[in-house]
């Protein structure tokens, strides 16, 4: 609802691209990832298969931070220091989690 038109699977930004910084992006930059991991987490609690779910929380992690760090570059390069200052507010994943410190698009 926050992202309208511009949102996409793919982290090319389109014509028109805007910074979201509110509703849950005010709370983390990528809340759609933090939703899949709590839905890890939910499961794993659920159904009490921790090995499977640690391996599938680990390969969740590792994937989502190449792709993190993938749309961050793209949107620090398109929203310069507005996207670095908006990263060292607001954590990446997890409420209330550590901001980056020197988001350069490399975060």
């Known amino acids: ?37 709590g839905l890890l987490l939910a499961i794993a609690i659920a159904t009490s298969l921790w090995p499977a779910m640690i391996g599938a929380v680990v390969v969740f992690v590792i994937g989502t931070e190449i792709r993190r760090r993938a749309e961050e570059r793209v949107l620090t390069g398109a929203f310069g220091t507005a996207y670095v200052e908006y990263a060292r507010r607001v954590a990446a994943l997890v409420p209330g989690g550590r901001p980056s410190r020197g988001c350069s698009g490399v975060a």
């Open 1 to 37: 609802v926050h992202l309208g038109k511009i949102w996409s699977s793919y982290p090319p930004l389109k014509v028109g691209h805007e910074l979201v910084t509110s509703g849950p992006y005010s709370i983390v930059r990528h809340p759609i990832y933090s939703g899949m991991l």
